[in-house]
């Protein structure tokens, strides 16, 4: 199966008519108008887009054939899922987590910290987590001042901590 990548998380259903409250994991809630379908975490079948509604900070999701809130009830806390073939050409210093997640890195100095196990979305700015060697785990926010380079083809980040940074 192609890589897949996650695009939403199911939080709840919202009424009784089959909607779905989804947290958008993309800066671009229209995202979900590009759409034509879906997979859900744990399903093989796509699943078709019938209505979209936004709210400040959830879209309400319904698919076609889900009509009724027993019907999808089992699709909370599961992951929306697109395939590479759905992806978006991303602007320039903008990435997919999934791109993101397992890549090495390495200070300014070159030297070796651990790889990115995770990604932590605060709203302003996104927060790498990344695991050492001795299995301790440190945060470093996702900006220039901190992480000067991001390479996808030499599949590393460099990062330029502050004193105290990594401990």
């Keep these: 199966m192609a890589k897949m990548l ?3 998380k199911i ?3 919202h009424g009784i008519k089959g909607d779905l409250k989804v947290l958008p994991l993309t800066d671009y809630f229209e995202r979900f108008e590009e759409l ?3 997979y859900i975490e ?7 887009i019938e209505n979209i509604k936004y709210k400040p900070t959830l879209v309400i999701l319904s698919f076609e054939g889900y009509g009724d809130i027993n019907l999808v009830e089992k699709f909370k806390d599961r992951y929306l899922l697109i395939d ?15 791109d993101i997640i397992g890549l090495d890195v390495f200070t300014v100095k070159d030297e070796y910290i651990g790889k990115v196990v995770d990604i932590i979305q605060t709203g302003s700015s996104e927060v790498y987590v990344i695991r050492m060697n ?3 785990e440190i945060m470093i926010p996702s900006v220039k001042e901190f992480m000067p380079e991001i390479s996808l ?3 590393r ?3 330029d901590p502050i004193e105290g940074m990594i401990e």
């Design 153 to 155: 083809e030499k599949k």
């Design 36 to 38: 034509e379908w879906v």
């Design 157 to 159: 980040i460099t990062i």
């Design 11 to 13: 939080t709840n259903t």
């Design 6 to 8: 996650r695009v939403g």
């Design 42 to 48: 744990g399903f093989k079948d796509k699943f078709y």
């Design 84 to 98: 590479e073939s759905q992806r978006r050409i991303l602007p320039e210093d903008t990435y997919y987590i999934a």
């Design 134 to 136: 001795n299995l301790k």
